[in-house]
């Protein structure tokens, strides 16, 4: 419970849910300013609370005096308010600090991709003196003292670390705690005032709101990308092979043993297939009991990844300790997880609702839950299956995607007046993808237009990019300034300088009937066509090269189109990749086919926000090679937005002579029969893929027409007819 001390009176402010984040509207979500931190009185609030804890002895369990008095954890009653201080994000914002490994100190493979995730991301500083947040270079994933990943002595190393300050604004990062038998979840040395991102962590240790519960997840788990989910297709009815599976180890004796050896009792071979096994340890015959060489051959006739793939539900007992591999093999496979983990608190609760993506089953119920999950509507079963696919791929299906939601949970808290809403975290695409740095309101992100049951704003910013002189008015950005200007959604036109020569007259600009403003390029780089402008006053932008070739009724068209699709790219010159088997890299070809995954942005429209996203998200480092180039900036915007719809682009209808003209125009016809400008396209589709971790580009076969494009009737009863005569 937090405290606000005014004058000599201490009143109680009410409690948070220790679960869930507090439930915000669909229309958006603007709190006032939080009490962030206190001056004064405040700063001995931790201490406070203990001499309270001492005079009142006779009201607390015993439980929670041997705890107190345990020193093992002193900061067992932190929350944000009394052990984090606040005042150390307000100068760079959240930025992390990773400490420099030492020599001599091991390190896992699994840490060292936490730490690089860290490293990678826009949060990471060089700088402790920049930094509110810091992570220890000392590996803390297993302090299992029977591991050979343990790290030897580090109460003494954390303790000797300059900046530790108690554990004050530390984050510790922790897969494993304890060891045979009892696998408690001491780490082996006092943590302090820091924060625990840990797996398998139980609701009586977990401290709402100020540590995070993180998946337990293997080794192997990829570092950046990571694989899809499985569902390929939906099925209706959504039913599988196996209605409930698990397969998997079945401790004889020790914490953990009780519900995998009472499985037996739900397995009936058919659609409910349970299966344990005893074979496993050095010593397991001298332990084994009356059914473990039946199970064992019960166990060895099917194929886990089989059953995986082709069952409704996945069973997720507890093991040894509360968390399991279980559970995101389950959530990719799209095998609904029924949760046996009595006291878990769930990976990333605080922000996930788990009851639309799994069943929250009880362990002292185990034989009530086949008639339970066939209960279970199909309905409710299609609808929990989609979100095991979102959530896995959100948050769930890389090291970087974990580290980047812990972040951005502690950072939310931090900054409560930008942080996200329960929508944003739980529907597409994900709070890693919706910065509220950009806006707290859902209707001014591209994804939330149908839920909120409006529409995007029914104008478009035209943005035209200039590189060349103005020399005479017969230039093709000339006409084409004036045919946008034309449309009736056009709200503006915003004409961006990155010519090297001195920005024309204002007499030079054709008169038009909506304003024309003419802004002098950031340092000149390729990259200032994405930049935010706060001149941008509409959703849609309409991006265009000064040597593109459209009509009028063209600009209307495609704007048209994109109304349905405010979160995709939609335009006209359509490119498309493919993988090179011969040198295993990615290609790039401009080839004219019914195939294509981009659409580039030399005359394409797509909401605003993906401007912010291209400043924001994207690493300095493929920015800066973009501008160095002058080349590629519109295959990044694109592998930008596959990654977050993950949908791709729409090509619209275009005239035949489209290709023509724009390959016969001005300064860029010339690049683009370059071979140097197109080895370095394939470079860059190479580098995007290396940095993205994966290919987020999607292959589409649809191109949208106009109704009755090209039918056999009059072309008085056509809307969009003057397409047909260019």
């Not at 307000?90 to 600090?97: A, N, S, W």
């Not at 020599?103 to 860290?118: A, D, F, R, T, V």
């Not at 995070?212 to 499985?230: A, N, Q």
């Not at 295959?635 to 682009?649: E, G, R, T, Y």
Request: proline content about 6%.
């Amino acid at each position: 419970m937090g405290y606000y001390q005014y004058s000599s009176a201490i009143i109680p402010l009410s409690r948070r849910g220790p679960n869930r984040r507090d439930d915000r509207s669909l229309s958006g979500y603007h709190p006032g300013a939080r009490w962030r931190r206190f001056q004064g009185p405040m700063q001995s609030f931790s201490s406070w609370e203990r001499d309270w804890s001492d005079d009142h002895d006779g009201h607390i369990s015993p439980r929670q005096k041997r705890d107190a008095n345990s020193g093992v954890n002193s900061g067992k009653r932190c929350r944000m308010d009394s052990c984090f201080d606040f005042s150390l994000c307000e100068r760079k914002g959240f930025k992390v600090y990773v400490y420099p490994q030492q020599k001599g100190e091991k390190m896992s493979e699994s840490y060292q991709n936490i730490l690089s995730s860290i490293e990678g991301s826009r949060f990471f500083t060089p700088d402790p003196g920049q930094a509110c947040l810091f992570v220890l270079s000392l590996d803390t994933l297993d302090r299992d003292q029977l591991s050979p990943q343990y790290v030897h002595n580090l109460k003494a190393k954390v303790q000797s670390l300059p900046l530790w300050n108690g554990g004050k604004n530390h984050i510790i990062f922790n897969l494993y705690s304890g060891t045979w038998p009892d696998y408690t979840e001491d780490l082996g040395f006092d943590i302090g005032l820091a924060m625990l991102a840990k797996a398998s962590i139980s609701t009586e240790n977990f401290r709402p709101n100020f540590d995070v519960s993180i998946p337990l997840f293997s080794k192997d788990h990829p570092r950046t990308g990571g694989e899809r989910g499985y569902l390929k297709h939906n099925t209706i009815p959504p039913y599988r092979k196996y209605m409930l599976v698990f397969k998997g180890k079945r401790y004889l004796t020790g914490i953990g043993s009780d519900t995998r050896n009472a499985l037996y009792h739900v397995h009936n071979s058919e659609d409910v297939v349970l299966l344990t096994t005893c074979k496993h340890g050095k010593d397991w015959q001298k332990h084994k009991d009356a059914r473990c060489d039946k199970d064992n051959a019960e166990y060895d006739k099917y194929d886990y990844r089989e059953m995986l793939y082709n069952s409704t539900f996945c069973l997720v007992p507890r093991g040894r300790r509360l968390g399991s591999f279980r559970f995101l093999e389950a959530l990719q496979a799209a095998c609904v997880p029924v949760m046996l983990s009595n006291g878990w608190e769930l990976p990333f609760s605080e922000i996930i609702d788990w009851n639309t993506a799994a069943v929250i089953g009880d362990e002292r119920l185990l034989l009530q839950i086949p008639s339970t999950v066939r209960c279970i509507h199909q309905d409710k079963i299609l609808s929990l299956r989609q979100q095991t696919q979102f959530l896995w791929e959100a948050y769930f299906n890389s090291v970087e995607k974990i580290v980047l939601t812990t972040l951005e949970i502690i950072q939310d808290r931090v900054l409560q007046h930008t942080s996200r809403s329960n929508l944003m975290w739980n529907s597409l695409p994900g709070g890693l993808f919706t910065l509220p740095q950009y806006s707290t309101y859902l209707r001014d992100f591209p994804f939330y237009y149908a839920k909120l049951g409006i529409k995007p704003y029914s104008k478009f910013t035209a943005i035209i990019h200039v590189v060349t002189p103005l020399i005479s008015q017969s230039q093709p950005v000339m006409k084409l300034l004036v045919a946008v200007a034309k449309s009736q959604y056009c709200a503006q036109v915003i004409v961006l300088w990155n010519c090297d020569k001195p920005l024309p007259a204002k007499h030079r600009w054709p008169a038009t009937s909506v304003p024309v403003i003419v802004i002098e390029g950031e340092s000149k780089v390729i990259s200032s066509r994405f930049l935010p402008y706060d001149t941008i006053p509409t959703d849609a932008v309409l991006s265009l090269d000064e040597d593109t070739v459209l009509s009028t009724t063209e600009v209307d068209f495609a704007f048209t189109v994109w109304q349905s699709f405010p979160d995709r790219i939609v335009g006209y010159p359509a490119r498309s990749h493919f993988w090179d088997s011969n040198k295993e890299r990615w290609g790039y070809t401009s080839k004219w086919t019914n195939d294509y995954s981009m659409v580039l942005t030399g005359a394409a429209i797509y909401h605003k926000y993906y401007h912010y996203l291209y400043t924001t998200y994207l690493p300095a480092s493929l920015k800066t090679m973009v501008d160095q180039m002058s080349n590629c900036e519109d295959i990044l915007m694109n592998f930008l937005v596959s990654s977050v719809s993950k949908l791709p682009p729409i090509k619209v209808t275009q005239k035949k002579q489209y290709k023509e003209t724009m390959m016969g125009q001005s300064s860029r016809a010339s690049r683009w029969a370059d071979p140097d400008h197109f080895a370095q396209r394939q470079t860059c589709m190479n580098k995007f893929a290396s940095w993205f971790g994966t290919m987020p580009l999607v292959h589409s076969q649809m191109r949208l027409d106009p109704v009755l494009f090209k039918d056999q009737v009059s072309i008085l009863r056509k809307k969009y007819r003057d397409i047909e005569r260019l």
